[in-house]
């Protein structure tokens, strides 16, 4: 399986690991794009998503289907207090979370 890695803040992750936010968004830069796009500029083919939150082997992380990638505007506000403002962002779909591990 070819795995897209992403690392995510604490309330991001908090969103994430329980289904509730579908997308991360992430602002067009070099690194993201260098993951997203080959050299072509075509978009790259993942199967899934590991996620962690920070970075390490025992930090928590779960795995989900990658379903595509769009652009993104808009505001929203998740149950937790995270506020989301994409403008033009790359958002990255995520599908059915198929593992999780080192949650506490």
């Known amino acids: 399986m070819k795995t897209l890695f992403l690392t995510l803040n604490k309330a991001a992750f ?3 690991v ?3 936010k579908k997308k991360e968004f992430r602002k067009p830069g070099a690194w993201i794009i260098s ?6 500029g075509k978009r ?4 899934v998503i590991r996620f962690t939150n920070g970075y390490g082997k025992d930090k928590p992380y779960f795995v989900c289907i990658y379903l595509g990638l769009e652009f993104e505007y808009g505001r929203i506000v998740y149950s937790n207090g995270l506020l989301v403002e994409p403008n ?4 990255i779909i995520c599908g ?9």
């Open 35 to 40: 993951r997203l796009f080959d050299k072509e």
């Open 44 to 47: 790259k083919a993942y199967d």
């Open 14 to 16: 908090e969103v994430m």
């Open 88 to 91: 033009n962002d790359y958002a």
């Open 18 to 20: 329980t289904g509730e």
């Open 96 to 104: 059915d979370i198929l593992e999780k591990g080192n949650l506490k």
